[in-house]
């Protein structure tokens, strides 16, 4: 079962996010071989992603970093949204490690 963490992004802004991924003894999992993919969408029946997030592995540290630029915080509307981060095994598995609600905040700066 994934773990639930709501997360905010500032519009306009660069945001980035690192996320450690445990095995069930809550030690750091090897990410050697694993890919990981993750996006925002505005429901779970939306047909198309708002944002898809750059994501980096960590293999030995167990750790997977999502990241927007300012660029595409800025095209997302102020508002609620939802997420998942999925990594796939080499064997073909996927897992959802973590989801949950974004909130976009609106910025002043132009």
Request: no cysteine; aromatic share 6%; proline share 0%.
């Given at each position: 079962m994934a773990a639930i963490s709501n997360i905010f992004i500032d519009q306009g802004t660069d945001?980035?996010?690192t996320v450690d991924v445990t095995d069930a003894n809550g030690s750091p999992l090897n990410l050697s071989g694993y890919t990981a993919a993750s996006q925002i969408r505005k429901s779970y029946a939306s047909s198309s992603a708002s944002a898809t997030f750059?994501?980096?592995?960590?293999?030995s540290s167990g750790q997977v970093t999502?990241?927007?630029t300012d660029t595409q915080?800025?095209?997302l509307a102020a508002g609620r949204y939802l997420y998942d981060l999925n990594i796939t095994s080499s064997a073909s598995?996927?897992?959802r490690v973590v989801e949950g609600q974004v909130i976009v905040t609106p910025g002043v700066t132009r």
């Open positions: 945001f980035s996010v750059t994501t980096s592995i960590s293999e999502m990241s927007l915080t800025s095209g598995v996927t897992s």
